[in-house]
């Protein structure tokens, strides 16, 4: 079956952890985004990249940062410097980062900081 | 990226049609106009897109007037299982920091037995 698979789905860190979360995708889509979705609330663009080796910051990348070394893999690594990281995490990918491409979300990562 | 404005939420009963209004003053000539549906603890899926005029699939329909300026999503009959959060994009693509997608808060839809 294609999709996009994320793991852990529950994750839990302490304060000053750096943590990674898992996102792979079995598309063949060149496009993937990561965002973040606090209670009751949007999503917000943290990162995304067009292509293998290439990736942008969206509206809140400070204290995230990402990979794209492998077109079916776009990892996101939460940083100690993230002031609030307890959040649902969702990634994404597409065709192209064209807004008529669907983008197709994986079942998301929800991480907790104790 | 023209912003959107929605209600924040609506209250149906089952076997109602839904309509669902979204304003985009600043929508640009090609924009397209792309609606989204989010269940609780899920990514977000697909459900529609369109252009202009009238866009119809098996689970609902886009009306979007001559002056583009607004879009509305239509539910025919729902169902409880529709209870979920819409959101409404506006926009053409990445290309970098100043032109991103994001979804905003969305319309609360609560479907009532």
């Known amino acids: 079956d294609g999709g996009i698979t994320q793991s852990p789905k529950y994750l839990f860190r302490k304060e000053g952890q750096n943590v990674t979360l898992s996102c792979e995708q079995n598309l063949n889509h060149d496009a993937m985004y990561w965002y973040r979705q606090d209670p009751g609330q949007g999503l917000r663009l943290i990162y995304y990249?067009?292509?293998?080796?290439?990736?942008q910051k969206g509206d809140i990348a400070e204290g995230y940062s990402v990979s794209r070394e492998k077109k079916e893999s776009f990892p996101l690594t939460v940083t100690s410097a993230q002031k609030n990281p307890t959040a649902f995490y969702l990634c994404?990918?597409?065709?192209?980062?064209?807004?008529?491409?669907?983008?197709?979300f994986g079942p998301g990562t929800r991480l907790t900081v104790l | 990226l023209a912003k959107t404005t929605q209600p924040i939420s609506m209250d149906s009963y089952e076997g109602q049609e839904v309509n669902i209004t979204c304003s985009h003053n600043n929508i640009a000539t090609n924009d397209y106009i792309t609606w989204y549906q989010q269940f609780p603890s899920q990514g977000p899926r697909f459900i529609i897109q369109g252009y202009k005029t009238k866009v119809t699939n098996e689970v609902a329909s886009l009306f979007i007037p001559a002056d583009r300026k607004s879009s509305t999503l239509s539910l025919p009959r729902v169902s409880l299982s529709d209870t979920a959060v819409y959101y409404c994009l506006v926009g053409v693509y990445f290309r970098d920091a100043g032109n991103m997608l994001t979804f905003g808060g969305g319309t609360r839809l609560m479907v009532k037995p």
């Open positions: 990249s067009q292509i293998v080796n290439d990736f």
């Open positions: 994404a990918s597409s065709i192209r980062e064209l807004v008529t491409d669907t983008q197709y």
